[in-house]
């Protein structure tokens, strides 16, 4: 079981920044695979980053690669994401979410069983 609990969204103007933190709480928190996803009014939730502890492996949608950064601080057992020149695009319900073993496409919502509250980004 890994509960999750986002925070850091907001309204921010066009070419601004944000940072999302996400707090889990997991019995073996090392094994945890971390991602955020979005998803805006109408359209299916995508993904958006992922890092997999341990080999540092860390994954980006095209549409942010160049302005996100998604890291992890161990001892806090928090996944961030920086979010710099931020676009009205980028405006969505952004979750934290994690698996806990191996699966399927990391950009790929069904392949993770745990999930944050979310938290709201806009971009105007």
């Known amino acids: 079981q890994v509960q999750l609990v986002e925070s850091g969204g907001g309204l921010v103007q066009p070419g601004g920044s944000l940072r999302l933190n996400c707090a889990f709480d997991a019995y073996t928190p090392t094994s945890v695979r971390m991602a955020w996803f979005r998803q805006a009014p109408g359209k299916e939730r995508e993904g958006v980053a992922a890092?997999?502890?341990?080999?540092?492996?860390?994954y980006y949608a095209d549409s942010v690669k160049g302005r996100f950064t998604i890291s992890q601080d161990h001892p806090k057992n928090t996944v961030y994401l920086q979010m710099n020149n931020l676009k009205p695009e980028d405006t969505a319900m952004y979750y934290c979410a994690a698996r806990t073993a191996p699966g399927g496409r990391w950009s790929r919502p069904d392949q993770y069983p745990y999930w944050g509250q979310g938290t709201q980004v806009t971009v105007s």
């Open positions: 890092i997999w502890p341990g080999d540092t492996r860390k």
